[in-house]
């Protein structure tokens, strides 16, 4: 995997040898899986892509994939960065080099593990995915697959969207809120009422690791730049009650349940194929689910090390080694150590 801009890459061929070593799937589903209708170049089979020695571990798993119904390993990483997160020390009291190690142990014994279960589970994922397209292309209507993974995600991936959405109803509905959000975004944390900036702040302290581009440490978040925060609500505030999110995940919940028992009736003159189809929608159920559960125990852990990354750029601002906080990215680990033994003949780190 590539990372370039704060973009993850992955290596579409990897996952087309997977899918030519999986049984059910093949190339073109898994292209449609991960990238739905984003043109992709053609697969072009190579020699050794096929191999029955993969195929027969690969069922193996396939088969774990199919029957497990619990994945508490995912927990156990929850709870360890929230251990984290709770025993974050005091950063301001910190000395740079300081920082700079705490930074270092978090990656060197975290990052490896926690992010390597979400490219895993993603992976799982499209298992099941996949054996559900099939079944639907044979019944005639492919299009009946991504219904039928609708409202999957849990209340890890809608948490956020659903507390945004929350305080903007309380800014829409109270006049003293909406006229300081309508002088303006900027400066509108220090006009709104006490009651509301502390439920803000309650927001930040729950969700402030989500914003745009959050893998990337650089990038600001809603914690570091709660502006974001501020610009989504000013948005949400005038869109109706009726466009809520939680009543739009329950109906695709409601269109994914009745799609299920519609289908499950019509394979009932096929027990093998109806037991294969239920089976492979209550594993996308919680694969997919598993999937957003460990981009958001990644993103929160990558929060931290984002809180110390800026702690760090903030200090290089006011010595006059760095332009802007966010150049902390532009140093190598490697260059930290020469840079805080001598920043004066290091140079400053610019950025065109």
Same mark, same amino acid.
């Given at each position: 995997?590539?990372?370039?801009?704060?973009?993850?890459?992955?290596?579409?061929?990897?996952?087309?040898?997977?899918?030519?070593?999986?049984?059910?799937?093949?190339?073109?589903?898994?292209?449609?899986?991960?990238?739905? /209708?984003?043109?992709? *170049? @053609?697969?072009?089979?190579?020699?050794?892509?096929?191999?029955?020695?993969?195929?027969?571990? %690969?069922?193996?798993?396939?088969?774990?994939?199919?029957?497990?119904?619990?994945? @508490?390993?995912? %927990?156990?990483?929850?709870?360890?960065?929230?251990? &984290? +997160?709770?025993?974050?020390?005091?950063? !301001?009291?910190?000395?740079?080099?300081?920082?700079?190690? !705490?930074?270092?142990?978090?990656?060197?014994?975290?990052?490896?593990? &926690?992010?390597?279960?979400? *490219?895993?589970?993603? =992976?799982?994922?499209?298992?099941?995915?996949?054996?559900?397209?099939? +079944?639907?292309?044979?019944?005639?209507?492919?299009?009946?697959?991504?219904?039928?993974?609708?409202?999957?995600?849990?209340?890890?991936?809608?948490? @956020?969207?659903?507390?945004?959405?929350? &305080? $903007?109803?309380?800014?829409?509905? $109270? *006049?003293?809120? $909406?006229?300081?959000?309508?002088?303006?975004? @900027?400066?509108?944390?220090?006009? %709104?009422?006490?009651?509301?900036?502390?439920?803000?702040?309650?927001?930040?302290?729950?969700?402030?690791? #989500?914003?745009?581009?959050?893998?990337?440490?650089?990038?600001?978040?809603?914690?570091?730049?709660?502006?974001?925060?501020?610009?989504?609500?000013?948005?949400?505030?005038?869109?109706?009650?009726?466009?809520?999110?939680?009543?739009?995940?329950?109906?695709?919940?409601?269109? #994914?349940?009745? &799609? /299920?028992?519609? +289908?499950?009736?019509?394979?009932?003159?096929?027990?093998?194929?109806?037991?294969?189809?239920?089976a492979a929608v209550r594993a996308a159920c919680?694969?997919?689910?598993? #999937?957003?559960? =460990?981009? /958001? =125990?990644? +993103?929160?852990?990558?929060?931290?090390? #984002?809180?110390?990354?800026?702690?760090?750029?903030?200090?290089?601002?006011?010595?006059?080694?760095?332009?802007?906080?966010?150049?902390?990215?532009?140093?190598?680990?490697?260059?930290?150590?020469?840079?805080?033994?001598? *920043?004066? =003949?290091?140079? /400053?780190?610019?950025?065109?």
């Open positions: 995997m590539g990372v370039f801009g704060g973009y993850a890459y992955l290596n579409v061929s990897v996952y087309r040898v997977f899918a030519v070593r999986t049984p059910g799937l093949t190339p073109e589903l898994m292209d449609q899986t991960l990238f739905g /209708t984003q043109p992709v *170049p @053609p697969y072009e089979a190579r020699p050794g892509d096929e191999s029955p020695e993969h195929t027969a571990r %690969i069922q193996e798993t396939v088969q774990w994939i199919m029957t497990t119904d619990d994945l @508490p390993e995912l %927990i156990d990483d929850q709870r360890r960065v929230e251990d &984290l +997160i709770a025993s974050r020390p005091d950063l !301001s009291s910190m000395s740079e080099r300081e920082l700079v190690e !705490s930074n270092r142990a978090l990656i060197r014994g975290h990052l490896r593990h &926690l992010f390597s279960q979400h *490219p895993f589970m993603t =992976t799982c994922a499209t298992v099941p995915v996949g054996a559900i397209t099939n +079944i639907c292309t044979e019944l005639g209507d492919p299009t009946l697959a991504m219904r039928l993974v609708g409202g999957i995600g849990g209340v890890d991936s809608a948490a @956020p969207s659903w507390a945004l959405w929350d &305080l $903007s109803r309380q800014v829409a509905r $109270s *006049p003293e809120l $909406s006229a300081a959000f309508d002088a303006g975004v @900027p400066g509108v944390y220090d006009r %709104i009422e006490p009651k509301f900036r502390q439920r803000f702040d309650e927001f930040l302290e729950e969700f402030g690791s #989500r914003g745009p581009n959050e893998w990337e440490v650089r990038s600001p978040t809603w914690g570091t730049d709660p502006e974001l925060a501020l610009v989504a609500i000013d948005r949400m505030r005038h869109t109706p009650d009726g466009a809520a999110p939680q009543r739009h995940f329950d109906e695709m919940v409601a269109e #994914r349940e009745r &799609l /299920t028992a519609h +289908i499950a009736e019509q394979l009932a003159g096929n027990p093998e194929v109806q037991g294969q189809f239920l919680l694969f997919l689910a598993a #999937r957003e559960r =460990t981009k /958001t =125990t990644v +993103i929160k852990f990558a929060h931290e090390a #984002r809180l110390r990354a800026n702690e760090l750029g903030r200090r290089m601002v006011a010595a006059g080694h760095f332009e802007r906080v966010e150049d902390f990215g532009m140093v190598c680990d490697q260059e930290w150590d020469d840079l805080l033994d001598d *920043p004066g =003949t290091s140079g /400053t780190v610019t950025v065109p």
